[in-house]
């Protein structure tokens, strides 16, 4: 680029003007306040970048760490589900083995119970036959014992 360009005061005498001489100072302070500036405006991205940087680390190891957490915790809640399946396996189990002593022992009590019916049948019944025949033998006794009275007596 042309230097007249970037300076379009460069090769005034500066001793010939003093309004030129203020205008050259501005334009320096002017210069060194754009570097200043840009300086700044760089110092102040490059810091942005960082902040951002950070930020972004820090959400991705917070986002890994809730990961981990969501996982373990997964495992814990399926090992948990395993658990109470197992649980609920083990005390179905153990609440039909008991029916089913409950059901064997139900079963033997109706047997001693019949059983306990049949002895008690046949024991009235031979109560019943004693009977019968203890009134067989009083009738024949009495039948007997009327035929001596009528006999006796003259009948």
């Given amino acids: 680029m042309d230097k007249a360009l970037l300076n379009p005061l460069q090769?005034?005498?500066?001793?010939?003007?003093?309004?030129?001489?203020l205008a050259q100072r501005e334009l320096r302070q002017?210069?060194?306040?754009?570097?200043?500036?840009?300086t700044e405006l760089?110092?102040?991205q490059a810091s942005r970048d960082e902040a951002?940087?950070?930020?972004?680390?820090?959400?991705?190891?917070?986002?890994?760490?809730?990961?981990?957490?969501?996982?373990?915790?997964?495992?814990?809640?399926?090992?948990?589900?395993?658990t109470k399946a197992e649980a609920v396996q083990a005390a179905v189990?153990?609440?039909?083995?008991?029916?089913?002593?409950?059901h064997g022992t139900i079963q033997l009590l109706r047997?001693?119970?019949e059983r306990l019916r049949q002895e008690n049948a046949d024991q009235l019944e031979k109560q019943s036959r004693a009977q019968q025949d203890e009134l067989r033998q009083l009738r024949g006794t009495v039948a007997g014992l009327r035929e001596q009275l009528e006999k006796f007596h003259g009948r």
């Fill in 111 to 113: 047997d001693e119970l």
């Fill in 11 to 21: 090769g005034l005498e500066a001793d010939e003007n003093p309004a030129l001489l």
């Fill in 42 to 44: 760089e110092r102040v």
């Fill in 30 to 38: 002017l210069r060194d306040t754009i570097q200043a500036l840009r």
């Fill in 93 to 102: 189990a153990a609440g039909h083995d008991e029916a089913r002593q409950l």
């Fill in 52 to 82: 951002v940087q950070a930020a972004v680390t820090t959400a991705q190891d917070e986002a890994r760490q809730l990961r981990t957490t969501a996982a373990s915790l997964r495992d814990e809640l399926q090992a948990l589900g395993i």
